[in-house]
């Protein structure tokens, strides 16, 4: 069938230069096609028994190995440099550099202290360092899965001598010989073939293997070459092979016309390497790294410019607006999201997915929207004899039979329908019948005759077993077998068994008749001539099966919030089938014609009211999942073969399968170690809780540190002397941040888990105004509290003041995380994990003992007397209170929280 070629809209300069590559390319295959053997071998400057070793290195010097174009990997350095690649940790080394110049080298000798800078480079040295070796370990243990082995090709070189050489070192104008089990190393022409099947399901996502030939019949209704070039695809070529594709059965010898980058699986190579484009994870990061430092820009100049006016000490209000900076600063978010990606992926190791880039798992609990191929993700991606019935539609036990002692007498390559019958449940009892013939002849398959036929002998009588395509079967059989016998095959008859075919292809299954005959003994053997006059005993219908836990899987991921869209180079007939099978409702069904004509602003409509999109091509199945992004969906995309390579690149989170051809495993961020969609359900719900620990985190800092910094604002208004040091708050920081690294070992509610997850840095502005205020409310309590009961209301006690706002500051940003942790009562009804507690319970320890430290006093904070504890204690569970109150009206007012 010839597919009608139109021009689309294009998506960027990259995909359109893809689109012309494409074109031009399968142009050039197509004009290959047609050409006469003698003149193709002449055009590419070879002969029948091939080049000589001479001729192959010049042409491999001047064309390149046969290569495609793929992705380097990066050295240890660039992952390192990309640790120090992130706005906070950019901002923290710029604050360094300042503390250095003002506390270092402008402070006068006796003055000069490096406290600030160490602290400072402390932060800065655990985000990077964690970063580094979770993102470079993570990315060498995928390189080391995408290994390649090198694959070798037989050649006629020198004279015709058949050789193996490396598929890398194959040129334009090289003689190949093809035999079941080889890649087709390169795009070829095919000179010579003996019963040659092709699996190309990596290329168009079909099941079924293509019968090959050495003429093309595509075109024939094409009125001259110009129109013929307009309207084939190349893809319908019976003569031309695939780089990609593998030899399923039989033999064949074939020129190779293209290599590399010229082959057309090459044309896709440009689109495959450099930058992926941004995914929803890293636009979500971006967003909210922007919004925090904004808050930043706005609010240390106005600290600083309050402490120099109401202080008259402009110096000290620098350090202090420097230390505010770096409390203000999320420091540890990449070492968090790192943390927590990279918990995700060992969990997800256990659940048999492997991760090759961290965000891919954020991008996962994010997706709320999967695309998805129909062959091996739906379908089991085998071929199973699903019926057997005669010309009525009434299953018959001769058929299968018949069927059977065709398949297992058979001696040429059996291809995959051969294999299904052999494999049909019932084999042990057909067996156990078939050992009552004896073989006598075979006339083996040819794609002439799109038939093959076993001669047996059961007793006295011989019979000749046929089955084959319908039309060449229908065209050698004059009687039908029916309830009442053998009858003629008149025209009803002929027309009642090619509707039963239709009906039974209507359903998407591949259909085979099977006849017989009896014949005599022949000495001289058995020819294509005996094939007449044959009996019609039935049909036989084969499909690719679905999946038993397809259907579960998807209704799985609908109660999670994921929509499914099948994406697939199949047919309307099997897809619609196996959708059926599965359960599938089909709510609109594009071919990829259509999409091809639809402009970009169109395709994003239909993409919201197909779900379904059969007959695409590579470029097609790209154009969709940019459609749904482009409607704010996080998208993923689950393929495993060149088809789908440019459709997984463009996914917010690409998801492949470990026995997927190389390029599909080098495109996705994600494999699975099983294709099955119930592995990946539970993929899902991991990198939801993952980005649930995250988002604990960034609601944690954000507001707790909008609070404190809106206190010393105040603070800096109505005080004498500055609210806290600048050392406070850096010390303050860090033990904050320590408490907050096993924030990765954490559960997360199980309300959360149950829907898609994405970045909202409106939701995060809207929380941090609403939460935030409230740990301020108590820090003013606390100052009255230090002011007026402890009498720290002057410069000879401001260390006073400083050591009760400290550990009052601190336990309550430490009781934070478990109080923003869950929507829950915390410790009540939602207990964080073990190493939360912990860590958490340890910081609070630590802050409560540094002011009777001798550390303590060298940052000049002194010891506190007694009677603050019950001050502290009852400050702390009021805290509690009225943060719980906050939250259920939060959660009543915006149904959110993290």
Same mark, same amino acid.
């Given at each position: 069938?010839?597919?009608?070629?139109?021009?689309?809209?294009?998506?960027?300069?990259?995909?359109?230069?893809?689109?012309?590559?494409?074109?031009?390319?399968?142009?050039?295959?197509?004009?290959?096609? #047609?050409?006469?053997?003698?003149?193709?071998?002449?055009?590419?400057?070879?002969?029948?028994?091939?080049?000589?070793?001479?001729?192959?290195?010049?042409?491999?010097?001047?064309?390149?190995?046969?290569?495609?174009?793929?992705?380097?990997?990066?050295?240890?350095?660039?992952?390192?440099?990309?640790?120090?690649?992130?706005?906070?940790?950019?901002?923290?080394?710029?604050?360094?550099?300042?503390?250095?110049?003002?506390?270092?080298?402008?402070?006068?000798?006796?003055?000069?202290? #490096?406290?600030?800078?160490?602290?400072?480079?402390?932060?800065?040295?655990?985000?990077?360092?964690?970063?580094?070796?979770?993102?470079?370990?993570?990315?060498?243990?995928?390189?080391?899965?995408?290994?390649?082995?090198?694959?070798?090709?037989?050649?006629?070189?020198?004279?015709?001598?058949?050789?193996?050489?490396?598929?890398?070192?194959?040129?334009?104008?090289?003689?190949?010989?093809?035999?079941?089990?080889?890649?087709?190393?390169?795009?070829?022409?095919?000179?010579?073939?003996?019963?040659?099947?092709?699996?190309?399901?990596?290329?168009?996502?079909?099941?079924?293997?293509?019968?090959?030939?050495?003429?093309?019949?595509?075109?024939?209704?094409?009125?001259?070459?110009?129109? /013929?070039?307009?309207?084939?695809?190349?893809?319908?070529?019976?003569?031309?092979?695939?780089?990609?594709?593998?030899?399923?059965?039989?033999?064949?010898?074939?020129?190779?016309?293209?290599?590399?980058?010229?082959?057309?699986?090459?044309?896709?190579?440009?689109?495959?390497?450099?930058?992926?484009?941004?995914?929803?994870?890293?636009?979500?990061?971006?967003?909210?790294?922007?919004?925090?430092?904004?808050?930043?820009?706005?609010?240390?100049?106005?600290?600083?410019?309050?402490?120099?006016?109401?202080?008259?000490?402009?110096?000290?209000?620098?350090?202090?607006?420097?230390?505010?900076?770096?409390?203000?600063?999320?420091?540890?978010?990449?070492?968090?999201?790192?943390?927590?990606?990279?918990?995700?992926?060992?969990?997800?190791?256990?659940?048999?997915?492997?991760?090759?880039?961290?965000?891919?798992?954020?991008?996962?609990?994010?997706?709320?929207? #999967?695309?998805?191929?129909?062959?091996?993700?739906?379908?089991?991606?085998?071929?199973?004899?699903?019926?057997?019935?005669?010309?009525?539609?009434?299953?018959?036990?001769?058929?299968?039979?018949?069927?059977?002692?065709?398949?297992?007498?058979?001696?040429?390559?059996?291809?995959?329908?051969?294999?299904?019958?052999?494999?049909?449940?019932?084999?042990?009892?057909?067996?156990?019948?078939?050992?009552?013939?004896?073989?006598?002849?075979?006339?083996?398959?040819?794609?002439?005759?799109?038939?093959?036929?076993?001669?047996?002998?059961?007793?006295?009588?011989?019979?000749?077993?046929?089955?084959?395509?319908?039309?060449?079967?229908?065209?050698?059989?004059?009687?039908?077998?029916?309830?009442?016998?053998?009858?003629?095959?008149?025209?009803?008859?002929?027309?009642?068994?090619?509707?039963?075919?239709?009906?039974?292809?209507?359903?998407?299954?591949?259909?085979?008749?099977?006849?017989?005959?009896?014949?005599?003994?022949?000495?001289?053997? /058995?020819?294509?001539?005996?094939?007449?006059?044959?009996?019609?005993?039935?049909?036989?219908?084969?499909?690719?099966?679905?999946?038993?836990?397809?259907?579960?899987?998807?209704?799985?991921?609908?109660?999670?919030?994921?929509?499914?869209?099948?994406?697939?180079?199949?047919?309307?007939?099997?897809?619609?089938?196996?959708?059926?099978?599965?359960?599938?409702?089909?709510?609109?069904?594009?071919?990829?014609?259509?999409?091809?004509?639809?402009?970009?602003?169109?395709?994003?409509?239909?993409?919201?009211?197909?779900?379904?999109?059969?007959?695409?091509?590579?470029?097609?199945?790209?154009?969709?999942?940019?459609?749904?992004?482009?409607?704010?969906?996080?998208?993923?995309?689950?393929?495993?073969?060149?088809?789908?390579?440019?459709?997984?690149?463009?996914?917010?989170?690409?998801?492949?399968?470990?026995?997927?051809?190389?390029?599909?495993?080098?495109?996705?961020?994600?494999?699975?170690?099983?294709?099955?969609?119930?592995?990946?359900?539970?993929?899902?719900?991991?990198?939801?809780?993952?980005?649930?620990?995250?988002?604990?985190?960034?609601?944690?800092?954000?507001?707790?540190?909008?609070?404190?910094?809106?206190?010393?604002?105040?603070?800096?208004?109505?005080?004498?002397?500055?609210?806290?040091?600048?050392?406070?708050?850096?010390?303050?920081?860090?033990?904050?941040?320590?408490?907050?690294?096993?924030?990765?070992?954490?559960?997360?509610?199980?309300?959360?888990?149950?829907?898609?997850?994405?970045?909202?840095?409106?939701?995060?502005?809207?929380?941090?105004?609403?939460?935030?205020?409230?740990s301020s409310i108590f820090d003013f309590s606390t100052f009255i509290l230090m002011w007026f009961i402890f009498g720290a209301n002057h410069v000879g006690e401001q260390a006073l003041f400083h050591s009760g706002w400290f550990v009052l500051g601190l336990l309550s940003q430490t009781l934070i995380v478990h109080l923003i942790r869950t929507r829950k009562v915390p410790f009540f009804q939602s207990t964080a994990a073990p190493p939360v507690i912990v860590t958490t319970g340890a910081v609070m320890l630590i802050g409560l003992m540094i002011p009777y430290t001798g550390f303590g006093q060298n940052l000049g904070l002194v010891a506190l007397p007694g009677s603050y504890f019950p001050w502290l204690l009852l400050t702390l569970l009021a805290y509690c209170a009225v943060i719980q109150w906050v939250k259920s009206w939060y959660i009543r007012r915006f149904d959110a929280w993290l």
């Amino acid at each position: 069938m010839i597919r009608k070629k139109t021009q689309r809209t294009a998506f960027g300069d990259r995909e359109k230069r893809t689109a012309d590559k494409m074109a031009r390319i399968s142009k050039g295959l197509l004009s290959r096609s #047609l050409q006469d053997p003698t003149c193709l071998l002449e055009s590419l400057g070879t002969r029948p028994d091939g080049l000589t070793t001479e001729e192959a290195k010049d042409r491999l010097e001047r064309f390149g190995f046969n290569l495609i174009a793929r992705e380097r990997v990066a050295a240890w350095s660039t992952h390192l440099l990309g640790a120090f690649r992130n706005p906070f940790v950019g901002i923290l080394v710029i604050l360094a550099i300042a503390s250095f110049v003002t506390e270092w080298w402008l402070a006068p000798p006796a003055e000069q202290d #490096l406290t600030t800078l160490v602290i400072i480079t402390i932060l800065v040295l655990i985000s990077v360092v964690l970063t580094f070796i979770q993102e470079y370990q993570a990315n060498r243990a995928a390189q080391q899965l995408l290994s390649m082995v090198q694959s070798r090709t037989h050649v006629f070189r020198d004279g015709g001598n058949l050789k193996p050489i490396l598929s890398s070192e194959i040129v334009p104008g090289d003689i190949l010989q093809l035999a079941a089990g080889d890649m087709i190393p390169a795009d070829v022409r095919l000179l010579d073939v003996n019963n040659l099947s092709v699996n190309e399901s990596a290329l168009t996502g079909e099941s079924l293997p293509v019968e090959k030939s050495i003429t093309s019949d595509v075109g024939e209704d094409a009125e001259d070459l110009k129109e /013929y070039l307009e309207m084939a695809s190349a893809l319908d070529l019976d003569n031309i092979g695939f780089m990609g594709t593998s030899v399923v059965s039989g033999t064949a010898r074939a020129v190779v016309v293209s290599s590399a980058d010229d082959t057309y699986f090459g044309s896709m190579s440009e689109e495959l390497v450099g930058h992926h484009p941004p995914t929803s994870f890293d636009q979500g990061v971006a967003s909210v790294s922007l919004l925090l430092i904004r808050f930043m820009v706005i609010m240390v100049p106005i600290i600083f410019l309050i402490n120099g006016v109401t202080q008259g000490d402009w110096f000290s209000a620098l350090l202090f607006g420097l230390a505010v900076a770096v409390g203000l600063t999320p420091e540890m978010l990449p070492a968090i999201i790192t943390g927590n990606l990279a918990k995700g992926t060992l969990e997800m190791a256990r659940a048999k997915t492997i991760v090759k880039r961290l965000n891919a798992v954020q991008n996962l609990g994010a997706m709320d929207v #999967l695309c998805t191929d129909k062959t091996g993700t739906l379908t089991d991606d085998s071929v199973a004899l699903q019926t057997y019935v005669d010309v009525s539609g009434a299953e018959n036990a001769k058929v299968l039979l018949y069927t059977y002692l065709n398949s297992s007498f058979q001696t040429g390559l059996r291809n995959p329908l051969d294999e299904a019958v052999l494999a049909h449940p019932e084999v042990e009892d057909l067996a156990l019948q078939a050992d009552t013939y004896q073989k006598m002849g075979e006339i083996p398959f040819e794609t002439t005759r799109r038939r093959m036929s076993v001669v047996l002998k059961k007793g006295a009588k011989r019979i000749l077993v046929t089955k084959g395509a319908v039309d060449e079967m229908l065209a050698i059989c004059t009687h039908v077998t029916t309830p009442d016998g053998d009858q003629p095959l008149e025209d009803a008859s002929r027309q009642r068994a090619a509707q039963q075919a239709n009906t039974l292809n209507a359903e998407g299954l591949r259909v085979l008749l099977v006849g017989y005959r009896d014949v005599k003994a022949r000495p001289e053997g /058995y020819s294509i001539s005996d094939e007449e006059d044959l009996t019609l005993l039935g049909l036989v219908g084969f499909l690719d099966p679905p999946k038993a836990t397809a259907g579960p899987a998807i209704q799985a991921l609908k109660t999670q919030g994921v929509s499914v869209r099948v994406l697939t180079g199949d047919s309307v007939v099997a897809t619609r089938r196996t959708c059926a099978d599965i359960g599938f409702e089909i709510q609109g069904m594009m071919e990829g014609h259509e999409v091809e004509r639809l402009p970009d602003e169109a395709l994003t409509r239909a993409v919201e009211t197909h779900n379904v999109f059969v007959r695409t091509t590579p470029l097609q199945k790209a154009r969709i999942v940019k459609a749904l992004k482009s409607k704010g969906h996080t998208v993923g995309f689950l393929g495993d073969g060149i088809n789908d390579a440019l459709a997984l690149r463009d996914a917010d989170v690409g998801i492949s399968v470990d026995n997927a051809v190389d390029i599909a495993k080098e495109s996705a961020e994600i494999i699975l170690l099983e294709k099955d969609l119930m592995v990946l359900e539970e993929a899902i719900t991991l990198g939801r809780r993952v980005f649930g620990n995250i988002m604990k985190y960034i609601k944690m800092t954000v507001s707790s540190n909008f609070g404190n910094v809106f206190s010393v604002l105040v603070a800096s208004i109505f005080l004498p002397f500055p609210p806290m040091l600048p050392l406070h708050l850096l010390v303050q920081n860090l033990l904050y941040d320590i408490s907050q690294t096993s924030i990765p070992w954490d559960t997360v509610d199980e309300e959360f888990l149950a829907k898609p997850r994405r970045w909202n840095p409106e939701g995060i502005t809207r929380f941090t105004l609403y939460v935030g205020p409230v740990s301020s409310i108590f820090d003013f309590s606390t100052f009255i509290l230090m002011w007026f009961i402890f009498g720290a209301n002057h410069v000879g006690e401001q260390a006073l003041f400083h050591s009760g706002w400290f550990v009052l500051g601190l336990l309550s940003q430490t009781l934070i995380v478990h109080l923003i942790r869950t929507r829950k009562v915390p410790f009540f009804q939602s207990t964080a994990a073990p190493p939360v507690i912990v860590t958490t319970g340890a910081v609070m320890l630590i802050g409560l003992m540094i002011p009777y430290t001798g550390f303590g006093q060298n940052l000049g904070l002194v010891a506190l007397p007694g009677s603050y504890f019950p001050w502290l204690l009852l400050t702390l569970l009021a805290y509690c209170a009225v943060i719980q109150w906050v939250k259920s009206w939060y959660i009543r007012r915006f149904d959110a929280w993290l």
